[in-house]
């Protein structure tokens, strides 16, 4: 459920973490581009979301965070060749 009350919260990303810098080289948000950072996180927490709810829902579990992102990143690969065809 959203709320607008004005509460915000922090993540803490330590300075020598470049994931922060991908992110908005990525999606083109934060202070260098046009796109706004808050937007581009709640899209990604939601899409995150969604997509730990349907893997939850099939049964797949992982090693790791990054075998993880190895098959979703494979089954959109998959998906895009299928469409192609």
């Given at each position: 459920?959203?709320?607008d009350d004005g509460t915000t919260i922090g993540v803490w990303i330590g300075s020598n973490d470049d994931v922060l810098d991908e992110f908005d080289d990525t999606l083109n948000c934060g202070p260098e581009h046009a796109g706004s950072r808050s937007a581009a996180v709640k899209d990604a927490l939601a899409l995150a979301t969604a997509v730990e709810a349907t893997l939850d829902d099939l049964?797949?579990?992982?090693?790791?965070p990054v075998s993880k992102r190895h098959f979703v990143t494979q089954a959109i690969l998959n998906q895009a060749q299928r469409e192609s065809e």
């Open positions: 459920m959203a709320s049964d797949y579990e992982f090693d790791s």
